[in-house]
């Protein structure tokens, strides 16, 4: 039987544009904030890295925090759309803060701003707005195609947002006059962009009734569970527990990948170098995004493409690191963006794996948590992004990297090759192995059956 259509085309991209703003704040700082702070604000790279790991703490307890206040809100304009449109004022004004450090501050004075600023953007306002953003994919829709094409549609405008962040920051930094001010002036012409889009794309959608998700299994209403009732729950789903992992993951690869300004300035010797390997990553990665609803629903289900995804992108990787040592940039981008398509159906279909393991919850526990379900997206991205910028924060410090240092020492030089080359391909494989775990979509069909 065909599935009901919920959405056009204008709701899609309404949606999907959310990730621009999401993007914004995300982009920004996880490619610029760290060398923002080590070679224009002076700060040590290594208290930096452990700053931002406390940081995260706050995160871990903020996402499930908000995910079921997200699950317990009634309001006319529905459960995730009121946390998503307010939110992003809070991120807006913090992400500003966290680019406006003075520099004539004592240096105590400077790890106090950057950390409350970087606290409260992370743990409160983003999270609180991504987590909203999330879980409007099992709140607009019932129909899984949709929810698919949504996940794909929201990655293109994600990934294309980063490349042109990455792309043009350090110029457009440089053309507001550089150094603190230019930084500062930066970030607060993209926090007004991200409010902008993130305001419209709240306005884009419409959550359906409650009546209508009760007529499904897969979007029941929430009823009111206890934070611990809710952990117990979320534990016994070992699907649940498996896409926490990849999240985590994804974001210690993208901790990596964001050492490559370092990477392109002191060992590629050309700054410039960093737009051209975003271009090369990000452009078959929404290529990838736009083929992933058609190989998904010719391939029934995502579980094949997901697996087979990752493994060429593992393999992809170990290619970029050989063609590194090669002295080959050519081969290096090739192989960067062979490894990116490879990962793409997995970004463009993570929405919609977490809708089933929200099924699944519900077919084994008749429990439904749809937002605190969605809460391990924003958790992972907190917990994973926080331990990999903390790494690579300790890592560049013990290096014995000197801010702004024409040449290097050759420790550092070392270090920022395995970093940058050596902990993506890793990373991949790890992910690659839990992917062939995640068989979710089957589970959910031998439950149906039986009931």
Partial sequence: MEEKIYLRWYNK??????????NVVYALLSTFVMIYLTDTVGLNAGVVGTLMLFSKLFDGVSDIFFGSMIDKTRTRMG???PWMLWGYFGCAITLAAVFAIPVNLGDFA???????SYTLLNAVFYTANNIAYSALTALITRNGSERVQMGSIRFIFAFATSMLIQAVTVGFVNAMGGGAAGWRTVAIIYAVIGLAVNSLSVLSVKELPPEELAADANTAPEERYSFLETMKTLVKNRYYLIICCVYILTQLYTATLNMGLYFMTYVLLNENLLGVFSMAINIPLICGLLLTPMI???MNGMYKINLAGYTAAAAARGLVLVSAYLHNL??????????????SPLQGD?????????EYTFLTEHKRMDGTLYSCTSLGVKIGGGIGVALSGWLLEAS?????????????????????LWLP???????????????????????????
Avoid: H
């Fill in 79 to 81: 459960q995730a759309r």
């Fill in 350 to 358: 993570l929405n919609a794996l977490i809708a089933s393991c929200s």
């Fill in 330 to 343: 050519p081969l290096m981008l090739f192989f960067s963006g062979v490894a990116a398509l490879g990962m």
């Fill in 296 to 298: 998904v629903k010719k």
């Fill in 110 to 116: 400077k790890y106090a701003w950057f950390f409350i």
């Fill in 400 to 420: 014995g990297y000197i801010p702004n240092a024409a040449n290097q020492p050759d420790s550092c030089i070392q270090m920022l090759y395995f970093m940058y």
């Fill in 425 to 451: 391909m890793i990373i991949n494989l790890v992910i690659a192995f839990l992917l062939s775990k995640l068989k979710v979509e089957q589970a959910n069909l031998q439950l149906q059956v039986k009931t």
């Fill in 13 to 22: 991209i309404g949606y999907g544009s959310g990730d621009i703003a999401g």
